[in-house]
């Protein structure tokens, strides 16, 4: 287990008003080298829709307000090292236009196994940056079905770098329990009733 040196307290910033950006690759680069910075840590794992500037670069990238991350070996080190300084309200959000939100593997546990190995690398001289396969981020999305993680699953479907078949596919074909597939297929029925391919 890594071992976190003790930290200075630290107070967080009022929140200011925001609007969305349009995450892009050097975004995911720049919050990673930030966190990789505050850390120490030279892996840093990827989540969430902003995942898509890697993986799915036909959506143009979704507008969001931050990106979801982990750092696979020192998941509870300078955690409120992170938020001060690259979280909601801090100065890294001021000056970029969106803020880190620091989470863990626990929002994984629920993945078909491999979803490590089969995530997308990119590419940095010294970091290892890894985004979420896209059919891991689908799967995740369905699984959980929240409003907004549907509309995300739409958002995909329409860039046309997945398909239905394909989603289909990796759920019926994943190493997880029965039930838990047949609640993530029934979103996925969901979804495509408002999907806008009149070839499908």
Known sequence: MPVCNSATPVTLLATPSRSMKRINQSDLIE???AVAKITGQSHIFIVGMASTAKSVPSLNTQMTDDIDLFTPDAESCFLDEVIAAVGEGSPFEAEHG???ERLGSWVLL???RGWMERALIVAHP???IRV???LDLLYNKLETGR???LD???QILNSRAVLPEQIRDFVENADTPKTTKQGILR???KVLRNWDDVAY
């Open 187 to 189: 979103n996925l029925e």
């Open 98 to 100: 969106f803020y880190v």
């Open 31 to 33: 919050a990673a080298e």
């Open 147 to 149: 409003k907004k993680d």
């Open 110 to 112: 629920t993945q078909p």
């Open 126 to 128: 010294r970091l290892v």
């Open 132 to 134: 979420l396969h896209p």
């Open 152 to 154: 995300g699953v739409l």
